[in-house]
């Protein structure tokens, strides 16, 4: 899986709360699409709702 609804794409910069992480998988399971997503170097699951693309970051670096 490749895109989502909200054009979240894998090794991509996404914020989910107050923390900014990337993308490290995406994957569908129980009928949910979880985000598994790398906040210092810790990598956690987190529903699609819950993640949200990072604005503003087109530098690349």
Known sequence: MSENKKGIKEK??????????????????KGDIWVDVEISGVVEPYKLD??????GDESGG
């Open 50 to 55: 819950d993640v949200e693309p990072e604005q």
């Open 12 to 29: 991509q910069w996404v914020r989910v709360g107050l923390f900014r992480g990337i993308v490290t998988r995406i994957r569908e399971f």
